[in-house]
């Protein structure tokens, strides 16, 4: 198989850019855009993010048969990653976009256009990502490949979490409402463009055989259950998510209300972008010293450490902005090392797959991060709205005691748990490392081989 060449690489991970600006500007801001712009009630928002990732439980394993079931001569992961695209990105307009309604229709309407949000995504997170195994099975290889788009990803993030409310209300001038439907309409076009970059520039390496057989949904349910690395796979990630985004989905209420400073909001999210993206640069080097496990356990510590630290200035010095940003750099460098080696382990799941069961299944393997990602996204969002509800937020105002001491509890302690059961998951159940990994690559390239002989 032909090495990827510099401009596949890359062509394939600018299309994480776009497709992260649109995720980044939802995970980020949607929940306050709700809460604050629109006014929608927090407990409302918390429990429409949760059923509308219920909903996705079946509607992502769905999509991944439907990638693994296409056939066309562009490829079966291509089309898609199109498709869903322009329609996400149309979905993304209305979604920032306050129509002329109260009450019951206003709750409709967001309701309605939120689910369609999850859906349409799915489309194209699915097969993007899924395409990965198919690039590439040489084992370096695949680690870059899968830092790249990472990479490109946390740029993303990055400039949606420092830069978005200054743009917000610099589009807007003033009409807060308007700058985040401006802004919402700007990150579609780019969405749009870096999509068709990869789409034009990369494909897959092994194509499907036209002959191969197809997968209906009783035996993509098989295929993940059966697949007893996916399955721990499947904790590592939900408790991954969860530490991350409860503290992502919380954090702009945090600086707000519980610091007292909006502003060290962009601070944060600066020095934790920047570290995130030094992570994942680090990442293939660290792997190569010191080994795939010592790299995860670093990634683990880390953030528990960064969320230590934000409690502990939270008490003494709240507003140093210097203090903060060490807190988010060390949190994020964490994260950027956990989000990579997630990427690559999920690609190893692919092939444990293939040596275990016999069948590859990418989109199906890959829906299952992607639902992952999404649905810990949901229960953030509903424990953050429901939480606030409880504690006794009221948005605008300022916060009672009682409601500080809530908000600090949802930002750092309910994440350091999720990151310590993270751990322990990983370091009791993951076993696709060392030695067994390379005898499972070593199998599955003796069986190629033997396949292309009885040809």
């Not at 194209?124 to 990502?129: H, V």
């Not at 953030?303 to 988010?328: K, R, Y």
């Not at 992607?370 to 937020?393: E, N, P």
Request: net charge positive.
């Amino acid at each position: 198989m032909s090495k990827l060449t510099f401009r596949e690489k890359y062509s394939y991970g600018v299309g994480a850019l776009g497709k992260d600006l649109v995720y980044a500007i939802v995970a980020t801001y949607l929940m306050v855009y709700f809460t604050d712009v629109v006014k929608l009630n927090p407990a409302f928002v918390g429990t429409l993010f949760l059923v509308a990732r219920l909903w996705d439980a079946i509607n992502d394993p769905a999509m991944g048969m439907i990638v693994d079931n296409t056939r066309s001569k562009f490829g079966k992961f291509r089309p898609w990653i199109f498709i869903g695209t322009v329609i996400n990105a149309v979905v993304l307009i209305f979604l920032f976009r306050k129509p002329d309604l109260e009450g019951l229709p206003l709750y409709a309407y967001f309701s309605i256009v939120y689910i369609l949000w999850g859906m349409t995504y799915t489309i194209m997170d699915i097969p993007y990502w899924s395409m990965i195994p198919a690039l590439t099975s040489d084992k370096e290889e695949r680690e870059q490949i899968s830092v790249i788009p990472r990479v490109f990803a946390s740029t993303a993030s990055l400039i949606v979490g420092t830069f978005g409310l200054w743009i917000v209300k610099t589009l807007g001038n003033g009409d807060i409402t308007k700058g985040y439907s401006v802004f919402a309409v700007a990150i579609a076009v780019v969405f749009v463009i870096t999509t068709i970059i990869t789409c034009l520039n990369v494909k897959e390496k092994v194509e499907t055989p036209k002959n191969a057989e197809k997968v209906n949904f009783k035996q993509t349910i098989n295929i993940i259950r059966k697949n007893d690395q996916l399955v721990v796979f499947i904790g590592i990630v939900l408790a991954m998510n969860l530490t991350m985004q409860i503290s992502g989905s919380m954090a702009i209420y945090y600086f707000t209300y519980v610091v007292g400073k909006e502003s060290l909001f962009s601070v944060y999210q600066a020095f934790a972008g920047i570290a995130e993206i030094s992570g994942l640069v680090l990442l293939p080097i660290l792997t190569k010293r010191i080994g795939r496990e010592y790299v995860f356990k670093l990634g683990s510590i880390l953030p528990i450490v960064g969320f230590l630290l934000l409690f502990v200035i939270g008490i003494l010095a709240p507003q140093n902005a210097v203090l903060i940003a060490i807190a988010g750099a060390v949190l994020k460098l964490g994260s950027g090392f956990l989000v990579g080696s997630t990427t690559i382990m999920l690609a190893d799941v692919v092939d444990y797959g293939q040596y275990k069961l016999g069948t590859r299944n990418e989109s199906i393997v890959f829906s299952v991060q992607t639902l992952l990602v999404k649905g810990a996204s949901a229960v953030a969002g509903w424990l953050v709205g429901v939480g606030l509800s409880l504690v006794g937020y009221v948005a605008g105002e300022a916060q009672s005691s009682t409601t500080i001491f809530g908000m600090r509890v949802i930002m750092i302690w309910i994440p350091i748990v999720c990151a310590i059961v993270m751990y322990a998951i990983y370091k009791s159940k993951y076993k696709i490392n060392g030695k067994f990994h390379d005898e499972m690559l070593i199998e599955l390239e003796e069986r190629k081989k033997l396949m292309m002989l009885c040809r």
